[in-house]
C-alpha cells in the first residue's frame, strides 16, 4: 500500500506572487486582506488556507472564536477557565534598560561572529541568488535580519561605513526587543488580565 503525499498548502500558496495572493484574498476575504500587506505572503497564505479548507473567511472564523464565551479581542476562550496567572512585571524604563544591557552583553559574549558564521553557512548563497527569506524559520528571529545590510557589505565597504552599519544594527535590535517586550506585555495584560470574568489583587493580597 502506498503512502500518500501530505501536501502543504499553506507552503504552495506562498510560492505565488505577493500581489496576487492578496488580490484573490480581497476577493474571499476583503476585510483581512485590509489589515495584511501583499509582501506579507506568509499571513496572506494563511488566510486563504483557512478559506480554502473551511469555506468560512478567516475573519470570519476569527470572529466566531472571539464570540464565545470567554473569548475576547485576542482569541477564543482559554483552555482552562479560570487559569493563575505568574506574570514578573517590571516598569518600562527598567526593563527598556535591561533590554538594552542584555543586547551589549549577548555583543561582548560574541553575537557578531556567531552571525557571521550563520550568515555565511546558510544565508550568504540565498542573497546571491537574490531568494533571501527573513519570514520564515530562523531567518525571522529577532537578531538576525537586522544586521542585514552590515553582514551583506562586511569588507566590501570602507571601515566608517561598516562600523555605521553595525551601530545601525545594533540598535534595531535593541528597539525590537523593546517592541517585542511591549507586545508581550500588551498580551498578557489583554488577554488574561482584561478578561471580564477575571479578578484582580492587589500587591497587600499577594502572598509573601
Known amino acids: 500500500m502506498g503512502t500518500e503525499k501530505v501536501v502543504d498548502r499553506k507552503a504552495e500558496l506562498e510560492k505565488e506572487d505577493g500581489y496576487v495572493l492578496h488580490k484573490r484574498l480581497s476577493q474571499v476575504d476583503p476585510e483581512m486582506a485590509a489589515k495584511l500587506h501583499p509582501h506579507d505572503k506568509r499571513k496572506v497564505a494563511r488566510s486563504l488556507q483557512v478559506f480554502e479548507e473551511t469555506g468560512i473567511s478567516h475573519s470570519e472564523f476569527l470572529h466566531q472564536q472571539h ?20 506574570w514578573l512585571y517590571a516598569d518600562q524604563t527598567v526593563l527598556d534598560e535591561r533590554l538594552d544591557k542584555r543586547v551589549d552583553d549577548m555583543l561582548t559574549a560574541g553575537l557578531l561572529e556567531e552571525l557571521r558564521d ?30 542585514h545590510e552590515y553582514l551583506i557589505t562586511e569588507g566590501k565597504c ?13 540598535e534595531a535590535l535593541k528597539q525590537v526587543t523593546k517592541r517585542y517586550a511591549r507586545k508581550q506585555n500588551r498580551w498578557v495584560k489583554n488577554r488574561f488580565l482584561s478578561r471580564s470574568q477575571a479578578c484582580s489583587c492587589s500587591n497587600e493580597d499577594a502572598i509573601q
Not at 67 to 78: H, S
Request: aromatic letters at 12%; hydrophobic letters at 25%.
Open 118 to 147: 550563520f550568515h555565511r553557512r546558510y544565508n550568504q548563497k540565498n542573497i546571491s541568488e537574490n531568494c533571501q527569506d527573513y519570514q520564515h524559520g530562523i531567518f525571522q528571529s529577532i537578531g538576525f535580519k537586522e544586521f
Open 158 to 170: 570602507t571601515p566608517e561605513t561598516s562600523n555605521q552599519l553595525l551601530k545601525k544594527g545594533i
Open 67 to 86: 464570540a464565545e464565551e470567554g473569548g475576547g479581542p485576542l482569541g477564543g476562550p482559554l483552555k482552562f477557565p479560570n487559569p493563575c496567572i505568574l
